[in-house]
């Protein structure tokens, strides 16, 4: 990123990052001839000190889980201290969706697949075995592969929203209510975001979207991990 603002015409550039990546990317800036416009800065962003004010800060510190690398305490310490005002912050902005999924993960896919008798062989414990081995992620938050929304019991809803430039913590509680048709199956809810670049651009996690690093999550509701029947929360 650091190198795309040199390619863009930005006369000063620090590059943070307190990780051995910083000695790499110093070798292939002077590869490229971009050691006259880049500082680069081994440091943790709560230690570190810039003699002026950035008139832009881009940032990538969207987690596995969105929230997960301390994201809104790190950007938030880097905006009050070293952006000037008038600055920009990108990303700004990001919308977290929720919707309710009929969805059958690859660990209960195959489960699914040992407890049917396959060429008239039983093989139900390895769908016992299967189940036990991964109870843990069956029952805690799963990046999942939706490719589209046909696993969707309703329309997805805007469940929160991050504003980078004022937020410094997520909300401790977030709730939301959907309403589901009789006879749904309900095997958890799926989380997807949208991330605001620029008021005019941005990209999504969304199902049906081009994929990217992050894919969307997936939170079990109700799944066993001692039964190869794979007990779902059925609606009356």
Not at 1 to 13: E, Y
Not at 26 to 33: E, P, Q, R, S, Y
Not at 92 to 102: G, H, R, T, W
Not at 152 to 165: G, P, Q, V, Y
Request: net charge positive; aromatic share 12%.
């Amino acid at each position: 990123m650091s190198f795309f603002a040199v390619q863009k015409g930005c006369k000063r550039v620090y590059a943070v990052d307190k990780a051995s990546i910083i000695d790499d990317a110093i070798k292939t800036a002077v590869l490229n001839g971009f050691e006259k416009h880049l500082k680069f800065i081994k440091s943790d962003i709560f230690k570190l000190n810039l003699r002026e004010k950035a008139d832009v800060i881009i940032h990538e510190h969207i987690g596995n889980f969105i929230w997960d690398e301390d994201m809104l305490a790190k950007v938030g310490f880097a905006r009050d201290r070293f952006l000037r005002p008038g600055g920009s912050l990108i990303p700004f902005k990001i919308d977290v969706y929720a919707v309710p999924v009929n969805y059958l993960s690859s660990i209960e896919s195959s489960a699914c697949f040992w407890r049917r008798k396959q060429y008239g062989i039983d093989f139900s414990n390895l769908a016992l075995k299967t189940l036990a081995r991964n109870a843990f992620w069956l029952n805690h938050p799963q990046q999942v592969n939706l490719k589209d929304s046909k696993t969707f019991l309703c329309a997805e809803k805007l469940i929160s929203t991050m504003d980078l430039m004022h937020d410094n913590a997520i909300p401790k509680k977030i709730e939301a209510s959907f309403a589901l048709k009789k006879n749904d199956v309900l095997s958890g809810v799926c989380l997807f975001f949208e991330v605001h670049l620029t008021p005019s651009i941005r990209f999504s996690t969304r199902p049906g979207k081009k994929l990217t690093s992050w894919g969307r999550f997936l939170f079990p509701v109700l799944q066993g991990a001692s039964s190869p029947e794979i007990p779902r929360f059925s609606l009356p």
